[in-house]
Structures are given as structure tokens and as C-alpha cells.
């Protein structure tokens, strides 16, 4: 490997690379393998591991191009061209990548390796790119996924792709002679495509014998071309149902189907309003007095576009006994002949912290081992396509193929069971939007559904083998050498020193996932269905979890230990990196989170790893409709960070360094602003180039000889920022105005924790205490505080401030009501209308939220009015004024 800097060091295409990330977050991805949280897109995993192992060129070789008039760097195009989807499968642009990595590495294949290869995709790129790759995990789900991305096909080709989908359509055949009677057609053709339950409880009104259904919305079908809804009404003391809407009986005008049972956390009677706090309905839970009720059956017929939905009717109960009194049988059937409970039986951990557990809630709910997270008809779908994967193993064996390739194709059926097992759970939910079945895992959490959706298994068993060979069949084709896959914890790498050329990695954030818990909802199935073709990976009753780099609160002293030990294994991992790295190597790490502690954990850890930060490049890569953007400061960039394995400088002098990062981050932060990030996202991108400065120095200490570490970095750019902000909006001494624009920008609209909160006022010189109350912006929530919008913010509140940002508020609840003369004559008090104050601080907030926020929409309709309303603002101040005494 040469000593010249990489691309990456230099400079790098992150607006293109940033929207080929949010193209490919959902298409064209490796997803149908298997589910795996926080996967890396492929197109900036490839880019940015090119520009990490392609040299800069030379001064003298450089000729900028010019495109769309400017000028740019030769590689910077081929790069932003590089991380398309489409030219990822093109032969030229893939030789032409391979030949650049293998001229700057003097003509061999550079080692590559991710230590934490979770889904896979980072080694994929590498190995896309012509490396010879290594890729680990310490959770045995990640290393099947990832043998079967990075190993499998390219070890045995076409004919793998061949024989998963020949075994697969056997499979699905004798699955659907076993289950077609559990599944009925109706009687015009129509196939059961859903159907959607409740989970009940009885009413606690001792005059009320309601059995109340858990319902979110009642809403069956919301969209343009549809509204349907099931409305409640009484009958016989009772809670019974119509369906009412687009093609059923008209929707009362008095129904809004948006309105539940259920409305944060809290149950309501429909009958007698009677309510059921959160706490007491986990109690009845807890106690058992919970059921189920099937509300309503949605109907689809092949090849015709479009749903239909009915009401149970007792076929359907008949049906569902009959699938009940089937599992009996088989389940004890299997267990006289393999030996365990085919159903999982293990527990579900029943987890209480404020770490990455946070995430898992169902034990909160009498649900207490794995099966029950699955209705009998489901249970009797899954045990009986595991049944069918091992016969087939079995047949496959008898058929002379090879142990290692039999267990091969065996794994995929597995993993296909597995992508199954999430769209067949009773945690799987109904979007009336589209009319579609979520799947379990539609963000890295498992909180407890109330109405859940069940899918035909046998058209979703289907699905899923479609979207299982699809990716394999792409995978099949790449024709390069397979990685070198091993199940080992980062913090030991089972390697020699100064093995690799490159170390690319997307390392655990803070407490953002709790993989290994999340991944045992996976591993009692494929363990029942491949375990014991992997008794390395799959002996244990669990996936390992005592070596997890999660920060957890449920480990021994709570939030401080747990943030700790994320800090100590992190660091351990980084050591372990910077040992396995050639003298002349080079690491990329991929980080993002949201919170200080999340940030400082990293930094220390990088700090005292030995490892030095020589870039930082922030990549958007989210769309911003993912579920929960709307809700939460929502966190787009993912923070790709360079380093290096070079000698840092003893120690730095604390006000040196300050200059030092200050001037770094002006030319950063403007440059990363025209780029379009904002908000959080700037932020966090600040940090990771402050890590490049604080990053050259062992130590960094004041004039009174104290350690200055992450935390003191952090408030360093926070500083920065500040200024910034306040450079961009032209706000100069208005210290409640930049405590808004600095908590739109890192906190958005979402409920923050009062330290952190606590932290930010103190930044800009103001006491929370002496500012929250009635009639403020900020408000105290319990133990959380929250910035108030306009639209949430009063009039009489604000009419007599002189806080700028209270009168930007107040302008825009006098715009939004119409009351367009007011509006204008408070913008002609001091002419505030007509200058640039005001108008700019509207369009810094407008950019730090997200478009489907309410304030947003109300702040860019404003400033679209722009030029009248401050003609109108002029021809008021030109006005003469009436009884003006000389």
C-alpha cells in the first residue's frame, strides 16, 4: 500500500453520494437475504471504500473537469457516478474501479476488513471492488446473513441460485397442500389476504360488560381512491361492528375513525367512556385477562388490483379452531420426534433500563416466551415450514449432494423461514394508508401492537421466496472471491498485527439497537430449523450478549455503567483495529447518534485508541419519510470518519487547540451548509470534523493542567455553532432567539431530556428555570423539556414581546388566521418587516425541520409572501399619521 493520502482524505462527493444513499436505502438492497437494523446502503459503502483505498492523485496530475460549470476533481464525478445502483452492475465501471484499487496497492488485492459486518453490506462493496475480504460479527444471525451475502455465492454460483429456488417451490407446494384448508378461497375466487385482529379487555365499569378491543384507528383503508372504516356501535351490551365507507353504508358524520380505543396508552370503553390508565393495563395483562377478536377479513384476487374487506363470519372461527386443534396435534407429534417444542419456548427477557432496551416493551405484557408471539394459526404455518426445510435437507442428503453444499441450500430455506417469521407474528401491523402488512421489524424496536395483522402464510411464504432470490441471484453473477467470514467479537480480532490494508466499519451506536436481543425473535427459529447443521452458532439457548458494545441500563449501575462499558469495549475494539491495520492502513467508521453521551462515548474511545482522524465526511442517507422522522429530531447523516495509524503529538495546549478547531470548522461548516445539511445533521457532521482536530493530540490540557476531553470538544463546537448560526441569520445579542435556532437545529420538535436541554441553554447564556413557564416557548414536561412552535404558542402571549423570536411567532398566528392588517402593522414597528432580520431567522428555522413539519409549512408559507407583505409593510410606513401634534 503507498504513503500517499487517499481520495477520501482530500475531498469527496457527498451531496451526489448522499442522494444515491437515499435511492438505494429501500431499493436495490441486500434486505431480502435477511433482515438486519442499521444496514449500510451499498452505493456510499461502495463509494466511500473506493475513495478510502484509491490514491489522491499527485498536484502535478490533477485537471479539474468541468461539470454543470464546476470545477471539480477528475475522480469526483467517477465516484458520485460509481455509487449508482445501475452502474454497480455494469462490467466497465466495476473493471475500471478494480484496476484503480489494484494500481495504488502495486498490483495485489488489498485485505479488507469490517469487524463489525452486521448485514454485510460494507464487505459486499469491498469485495464488489476486487478485495480480498474479512468480515466478523460476534452475533451468530449476522454471521449466517453474512456467509450468505459474502461467502456462499460466490463459492458456489448459479447453482446455488438454482437449487434455493427448486427446493423452495417443492417446499411451498407441499406447504400449500398441508395449509390450503386453513386459508379458504371465497366463493367468487377472492384469496384471504389479511386478517385483522384485537387484542380485548374487559371493560373495568362493573355496570359494563364490555370486552373492549384494542383498536388504534379504525380506519381499514385511508387514501385517495378509498375510505373505509369499521364503526362501532352497541348491540346486547356488547361492542359490535360495521364496515362502513367507500362501497359499504355511509360513514356517520359523527365517527372519526382516527380515534381508537386506545389513545396514548390509555383505554376507552365505547359504551359507557369508562378508561383504563396505562399502568392498571399492563396489570390486567399480567393477570391474564386479555383475549383476542378477529375484526375483520381483507380479500384480494390474483392479477386484480385493489382490496376488500368483510366482517368475520363463523366459517371463519370454524377455520381457525380447526387450525388450533391442528397444531395440538402436529406440535406433539414433532416433539416426540425431534425432541424439543417446535413452537420456541424460550423466555423473553423481561428487560428494565434506560439503555437500548428501551426498544423492547412486550414483556410488559404477559408475553413470556417467543411462541406467544405468534397466534395457532401462525404457529402451525411456521412449524410446519420448518418441518418441510429439515425433510428436505434430509432429501437432499439421500440424493448424494455434498454435506457442505446440502447445509448450504438448507441455511437459505432457513433464512427464508426467518424473513417469514416477521411478516407472521402477532406483532405485525395494518397500514390503512396503503392497504399493506407491515412486518415486525419495522424499526429496530418490538413495542407491543394492539391490532395486529395476519397475513396468509401461504401467499406471504411466496413473497418472501421471490424477495429471497432476488438478491441471490445478483449475488450469484458477481464472479469475484469469496470473503472470509468468522464468528468473533471485535474486541479480539482472531488476526495477526499489521494485517490489513483497510479497516471499513460500522461499529454499534451507543444504544441505538439492542442487536442481540432483537435478533433472538430470529435465532429460535433458525436454530429449530438449521441448528444443528451450525452447532458452533447455535448451542446456546440465546445469542451472546455479555460481550455486546451496547450501551444497556440494565446492566449492574444502571446508565453511568452502562455507558461506561460501551466506552471501555468501544475503545478495546478501536485498539484491537488499530493493531490488525498495517503501519501504512487505513480505517473508515461510520458512526451516527443523536445524544452528547452517544458522541462522547465514541470520541474518547477513538481518542485512546492510537487511532488519528484525517477526515470527515457527513452522508445523508435517510428518506425522510422512515418511520418515526416525524416525530423525533430524526438524525439523516450517518458520520463517515478517516484515520489513520500514525503518531500523534504529545499533548496540545487547550487555547491552541481551540483556535485550531475553530478555524478548521468555519471553512467546514459553510462549505457542509451550501451542501444542505442543517439541523442535527450539521450538528453531528461538526463533530466529526472537530475529532480531526482534537484527534492529532494525545492529551489536550488547559492552563490548569485538566484532561480536556469529549465533552469539552462538544461544548467547544456548540460554541462554534452558535456563532455560526447566529452569523447566517443575522442574529447578534438575542440570546432566547439563538436558544431556538440552536434547539430546531439539534433537537427539532422532539422531547429532550433536561440535562441535555440544561447543557444547550447554558451555551447561550441562559437559565432554563428562569425561562420555561406560562406563556414561554419552553416548557417542562416531567423530566423532559420542549420548544413550543407557533402553533402551539397563544397570542395574547406574545403581543406585547420584544423577543424576536416571540414576534416571528406572533406574525406568523396573525398570518396563519388571516388577520392580514394586524400582521402588517406589527411588522412596521421599527421597521422590522423591512429588514433582514426577521426574514432570515424564519428561513434558518425552516431549514433545520423536517418538510412534513407543521411549523415548516407555516414558516415557507410565510416567507413565500415575502415580497408583498413587505410592500405592504413600506406603503404603511409611508402612510401619514393622523393627529400627529407639531
Known amino acids: 500500500m503507498s504513503d500517499n493520502k487517499r481520495i477520501i482524505e482530500v475531498a469527496f462527493p457527498v451531496e451526489e453520494v448522499s442522494e444515491q444513499g437515499r435511492r438505494d436505502k429501500y431499493k436495490h438492497q441486500i434486505t431480502g437475504i435477511h433482515t438486519w437494523w442499521a444496514r449500510r446502503p451499498l452505493g456510499p459503502s461502495r463509494a466511500t471504500a473506493y475513495a478510502a483505498l484509491v490514491d489522491n492523485p499527485r498536484s502535478n496530475e490533477i485537471n479539474l473537469t468541468r461539470n454543470n460549470n464546476t470545477l471539480r476533481p477528475p475522480k469526483h464525478d467517477f465516484i458520485a457516478e460509481l455509487s449508482k445502483w445501475e452502474n454497480a452492475l455494469k462490467p466497465l465501471w466495476i473493471q475500471q474501479a478494480r484496476e484503480d484499487v489494484l494500481e495504488s496497492h502495486g498490483g495485489r488485492p488489498p485485505k479488507v476488513l469490517d469487524p463489525f459486518g452486521g448485514g454485510g453490506s460494507i464487505p459486499l462493496e469491498a469485495q464488489r471492488l476486487g478485495c480480498e ?79 373492549i378491543p384494542l383498536v388504534k384507528k379504525f380506519w381499514l383503508a385511508k387514501n385517495e381512491k378509498k375510505k373505509i372504516a369499521l364503526f362501532p356501535y352497541e348491540k346486547d351490551g356488547q361492542i359490535a361492528f360495521r364496515i362502513v365507507g367507500t362501497t359499504h353504508e355511509a360513514m356517520p358524520i359523527d365517527f372519526n375513525p382516527g380515534e381508537g380505543t386506545v389513545t396514548n396508552g390509555i383505554v376507552t370503553c365505547p359504551l359507557c367512556n369508562t378508561t383504563i390508565p396505562s399502568k392498571e393495563k399492563q396489570v390486567l395483562f399480567q393477570k391474564r385477562k386479555s383475549g383476542e377478536r378477529l375484526l375483520s377479513v381483507v380479500l384480494q384476487r390474483r392479477g386484480i388490483p385493489g382490496k376488500h374487506y368483510r366482517l368475520p363470519r363463523e366459517k371463519d372461527k370454524t377455520v381457525f379452531s380447526h387450525a388450533q386443534r391442528k397444531l395440538s396435534e402436529k406440535r406433539e407429534f414433532l416433539i416426540e420426534n425431534w425432541g424439543f417444542d417446535p413452537v420456541p419456548d424460550e423466555p423473553i427477557p423481561k428487560l428494565k433500563g434506560q439503555g437500548a432496551e428501551r426498544a423492547i416493551a412486550i414483556h410488559n405484557y404477559n408475553l413470556n416466551v417467543y411462541g406467544e408471539l405468534f397466534n395457532a394459526r401462525q404457529q402451525l404455518a411456521l412449524i410446519s415450514l420448518t418441518e418441510k426445510i ?350 431556538y435556532l440552536r434547539w430546531r437545529r439539534e433537537h427539532a420538535e422532539k422531547l429532550v431530556i433536561f440535562n441535555d436541554a440544561h447543557e444547550l441553554a447554558l451555551s447561550v447564556g441562559i437559565e432554563l428555570k428562569d425561562e420555561w413557564g406560562e406563556g414561554s416557548f419552553i416548557q417542562q414536561e416531567k423530566t423532559n423539556v420542549r420548544v413550543l412552535g407557533p402553533q402551539e404558542r397563544e397570542q395574547k402571549d406574545l403581543c406585547k414581546s420584544e423577543e424576536l423570536i416571540d414576534i416571528l411567532h406572533h406574525v406568523l398566528l396573525l398570518w396563519r388566521s388571516g388577520n392580514r392588517p394586524e400582521m402588517i402593522k406589527c411588522l412596521s414597528k421599527d421597521s422590522i418587516g423591512l429588514s433582514e432580520l426577521i426574514w432570515n431567522v424564519a428561513q434558518q428555522i425552516s431549514k433545520t425541520l423536517s418538510t412534513e413539519s407543521q411549523e415548516r409549512q407555516w414558516l415557507d408559507g410565510w416567507l413565500a409572501d415575502r415580497t408583498t407583505i413587505q410592500r405592504e409593510v413600506q406603503n404603511l410606513l409611508e402612510q401619514p399619521e393622523e393627529g400627529k401634534l407639531f
Open 133 to 211: 475480504t474479512y468480515s466478523c460479527d460476534l452475533n451468530p444471525i449476522a454471521v449466517i446473513i453474512q456467509k450468505c451475502t459474502l461467502e456462499f455465492p460466490q463459492k458456489y454460483g448459479q447453482r446455488l441460485h438454482d437449487d434455493v429456488k427448486k427446493w423452495g417451490y417443492q417446499i411451498l407446494e407441499r406447504l400449500t397442500e398441508e395449509l390450503a384448508p386453513f386459508y379458504p378461497q371465497e366463493p367468487d375466487g377472492s384469496d384471504i389476504f389479511t386478517y385483522i385482529w384485537a387484542r380485548t379487555l374487559p371493560c373495568q365499569n362493573f355496570h359494563c360488560d364490555a370486552v
Open 390 to 739: 429439515k425433510n428436505v435437507h434430509s432429501e437432499m442428503i439421500a440424493q448424494d449432494y455434498k454435506v457442505d453444499y446440502a447445509r448450504t441450500v438448507s441455511t437459505y430455506l432457513g433464512l427464508w423461514l426467518n424473513q417469514i417469521v416477521d411478516n407472521l407474528s402477532n406483532l405485525c401491523t395494518w397500514t390503512n394508508t396503503s392497504e399493506t402488512l407491515g412486518h415486525v421489524f419495522g424499526r429496530a424496536a418490538q413495542p407491543m401492537v394492539w391490532d395486529y395483522a395476519e397475513a396468509n402464510a401461504l401467499r406471504k411464504a411466496e413473497d418472501r421466496l421471490k424477495t429471497l432470490l432476488k438478491p441471490l441471484k445478483h449475488l450469484v453473477q458477481m464472479s469475484v472471491k469469496p470473503s472470509v467470514v468468522q464468528q468473533a467479537s471485535s474486541t479480539l480480532l482472531p488476526y495477526s498485527d499489521d494485517t490489513f490494508d483497510a479497516v471499513v466499519t460500522d461499529p454499534p451506536y451507543y444504544d441505538n439497537v439492542p442487536y442481540a436481543y432483537l435478533s433472538d425473535f430470529f435465532y429460535v427459529w433458525f436454530k429449530r430449523s438449521n441448528g444443528k447443521l451450525y452447532p458452533e452458532f447455535f448451542d446456546e439457548l440465546m445469542t451472546p450478549k455479555d460481550d455486546e458494545i451496547v450501551m444497556y441500563g440494565h446492566r449492574g449501575g444502571g446508565v453511568a455503567a452502562g455507558k461506561q462499558f460501551f466506552e471501555d469495549r468501544l475503545s478495546k475494539a478501536f485498539r484491537e483495529i488499530h493493531r490488525v491495520l498495517k503501519p501504512n492502513g487505513i480505517a473508515v467508521i461510520v458512526y451516527a447518534h443523536k445524544s452528547t453521551e452517544g458522541w462522547e462515548t465514541l470520541i474518547n474511545a477513538l481518542l485512546d485508541s492510537g487511532l488519528v482522524i484525517t477526515g470527515a465526511w457527513p452522508i445523508d442517507t435517510e428518506m425522510k419519510s422512515r418511520l418515526r422522522a416525524m416525530d423525533s429530531a430524526a438524525l439523516a447523516s450517518s458520520i463517515y470518519m478517516v484515520a489513520r495509524k500514525r503518531k500523534r503529538e504529545a499533548y496540545g495546549l487547550y487555547q491552541d487547540v481551540k483556535k485550531e478547531l475553530e478555524d478548521h470548522l468555519k471553512q467546514k461548516l459553510f462549505t457542509l451548509w451550501e451542501s444542505g445539511f442543517s439541523g442535527a445533521d450539521l450538528f453531528i457532521a461538526a463533530i466529526g470534523s472537530g475529532i480531526e482536530v482534537f484527534g492529532k493530540y494525545k492529551q489536550v490540557i488547559d492552563d490548569n493542567d485538566t484532561d480536556i476531553r469529549a465533552d469539552g470538544m462538544i461544548a467547544d463546537i456548540r460554541e462554534i455553532l452558535e456563532r455560526f448560526d447566529g452569523e447566517q441569520a443575522g442574529v447578534a445579542g438575542t440570546k432566547l432567539t439563538r436558544f
